[in-house]
């Protein structure tokens, strides 16, 4: 039987982020489904993820994007057999979202965050391509801008318990081009979770922007022949950039 996929949207973003991804997955006749995750604090957002996965039956993969990452780590669901993250921040026991994001410097041009007086935080309009999907074409950016979803600070400041991926098999999209988050703080996540990992020179979307690579990262967790699409240099962590000069898309 093959594996439901459900997909968790991150910080500033809902489940239409998915869109692409989705089309091509079920053009292969996979169930999909994504996630819808509230973003008031990673428990009220781990709650969620549980009611979702309570409606499917049979084997689950789950696939994250930046923030949930932290999500899919933290849920206990024993039907899950394998996780994707694309471009995701994956906490360890004891550790907050926001440690992880600060691990490395930002990018020059990553937008300066702050929350409002709700305790939300918004991404500038003008950050969306300049650096949270620069890669994207005008119209991709503007209807990113008009769907964002704030993020709270709950999210990021609350500690994870023992993640997932320590026994899960997991898989690791490493975005090169990313100015959301740091490569490197990427590479480093990736690999201290010995997911089999792929690195490509995309965005902080490539949900959006490389659905097609998206989709064969998905598609070697949820079919094992599938691995076979990825060469074997680009799961090679060597190919993921170390320097901090490289970091910048």
């Known amino acids: 039987m093959t594996a ?13 982020s998915w869109a692409a991804v989705i089309a091509r997955l079920q053009s292969r006749t996979l169930e999909v489904v994504a996630a819808p995750l509230p973003l008031t ?39 899950v057999q394998a996780l994707v993250f694309v471009a995701a921040l994956t906490p360890d026991q004891g550790e907050t979202v926001a440690e992880v994001f600060y691990r490395d410097k930002p990018h020059p041009q990553a937008p300066q965050l702050a929350p409002d007086t709700h305790g939300f935080v918004w991404l500038p309009v003008d950050a969306f391509d300049v650096a949270f999907c620069q890669h994207a074409s005008p119209q991709q950016a503007a209807l990113l801008a008009a769907t964002q979803r704030p993020i709270n600070l709950a999210c990021i400041q609350e500690r994870a318990p023992t993640p997932t991926w320590r026994t899960k098999p997991s898989w ?78």
């Open 172 to 249: 690791y999209l490493v975005a090169q081009d990313d100015r959301m988050i740091n490569p490197a703080t990427q590479l480093f996540l990736a690999q201290r979770m010995a997911a089999e990992i792929r690195s490509a020179k995309v965005d902080h979307m490539p949900l959006v922007t490389a659905p097609d690579l998206v989709v064969e990262t998905i598609l070697a967790s949820v079919i094992p022949s599938e691995a076979s699409v990825i060469p074997s240099e680009a799961r090679d962590p060597s190919n993921c950039p170390k320097d901090p000069s490289l970091r910048s898309g």
């Open 4 to 16: 439901a996929i459900v997909l968790a949207h991150g910080a500033w973003a809902d489940g239409s």
């Open 41 to 79: 604090s990673l428990a009220d957002d781990v709650a969620a993820l549980e009611r979702t996965l309570a409606r499917i039956a049979g084997p689950i993969v789950l696939v994250a994007h930046a923030y949930a990452g932290a999500v899919i780590g933290a849920s206990r669901n024993e039907r």
